[in-house]
């Protein structure tokens, strides 16, 4: 069976591409290996997808654009993809069950946050962990938090956060900050932040939720403990890009470049959502993604 359009990952990007597709009256097939909804469908509360005046469940919402993709068309197969051929006109999609073959290829298998690999962090996950502060960080008005990392994001995400909380801790192993210097000297400026330099986090504690976090110092190994009612992990996300390694050109750090237009350096091909380079990922960016995807491949299935 031949498609007009295969997207492979079931998150935000692939379903709004999807819909698109579908509608197009393009022949769409969607593979997920995993549960519809990627990254989005573990998050509890979403409060800044518009069009929903209440936070909506991350999982509520993963429902919402499947069914809503499916009704115009879109196959949903579970299923996960181990090779592609993404070479001259036609594309081959194989998945640990099936090849298929299709005119089309949409990538939006999405990337994970790096974890800091500590006892209690799966447990306290959502419940004072978070590894988005644009996402979360509104769950922390007024109240004192920490930010791990140092580098664009971690120091980004304490500005911002420094904005909405009473107090913000910027834990740092070295002794100086990777971002770059706007923003560095935007943070030094900043009263309400606090540069814990040359430390690292060694245990988190907390019943319910966080409630503290032991911090060592690494050039003396004295430990101290800091009451925060939030951590905001910001030490780098990985993109689900290995299947498409010496495929789809790859930034430096592993994510799918595209163009505007969503597409690769290799002709039907596209990428969308949180495994392109990009500057923000969320999930409305995601599903923007998909939707220019979708659109730009239709004009290349009218092209063959
Ligand atoms: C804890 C947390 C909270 C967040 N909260 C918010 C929020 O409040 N608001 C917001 O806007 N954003 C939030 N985000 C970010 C948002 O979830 C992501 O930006 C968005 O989900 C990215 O969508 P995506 O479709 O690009 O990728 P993903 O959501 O990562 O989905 C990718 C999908 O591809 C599948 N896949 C991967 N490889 C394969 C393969 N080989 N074969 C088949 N399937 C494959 C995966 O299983 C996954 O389902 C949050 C993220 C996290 C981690």
Redesign the pocket.
């Known amino acids: 069976m031949m498609y007009d359009v295969i997207i ?7 379903f709004a591409a999807a819909l698109y597709s579908a509608r197009a009256n393009l022949k769409t097939l969607l ?4 549960f519809s ?4 469908a ?2 509890d509360l ?4 518009p069009g929903f005046e209440e936070p909506i469940n991350g999982f509520d919402l993963a429902v919402q654009m499947e069914n809503q993709a499916k009704k115009y068309g879109t196959e949903v197969v579970n299923d ?2 181990i090779d592609l051929e993404l070479e001259g006109k036609i594309k081959t999609v194989k998945t640990t069950g099936k090849e298929y073959k299709s005119k089309t290829v949409i990538l ?4 994970f ?1 790096r974890e800091l690999g500590l006892p209690g962090e799966n447990r306290l996950k959502g419940r004072g962990i ?3 502060a644009t ?2 960080g509104s769950f922390y008005r007024d109240l004192d938090v920490a930010v791990i990392g140092g580098g664009d994001t971690a120091v980004e995400d304490a500005n911002y956060l420094s904005r909405l909380c009473k107090k913000v801790y910027l834990i740092h192993r070295r002794d100086s900050l990777r971002a770059t210097k706007a923003l560095q000297d935007e943070i030094f400026k900043n009263k309400k932040t606090e540069i814990v330099w040359d430390s690292v986090i060694t245990g988190i504690d907390g019943d319910e939720s966080v409630e503290s976090i032991t911090i060592k110092n690494v050039k003396t190994d004295s430990e101290t403990k800091l009451k925060v009612d939030g951590i905001f992990v910001a030490v780098g996300t990985i993109p ?1 890009s290995d ?1 498409v390694k010496n495929k789809v050109r790859l930034s430096k750090s592993n994510y799918i470049i595209t163009d505007e237009r969503m597409e690769t350096n290799i002709p039907g091909v596209f990428a969308c ?3 392109r380079e990009k500057v923000l ?4 960016t ?1 599903a923007s993604d998909g939707a220019i995807a979708a659109f730009f491949a239709e004009k290349h299935v009218g092209s063959i």
């Open positions: 492979v990952g079931g998150g935000p990007a692939g593979l997920e290996k995993l909804g990627g990254q989005m573990t998050t979403i409060e800044n997808y996960e993809v939006s298998m999405g990337a946050p978070s590894y988005c996402c979360d689900n299947l959502g949180d495994i990922r969320q999930i409305i995601a």
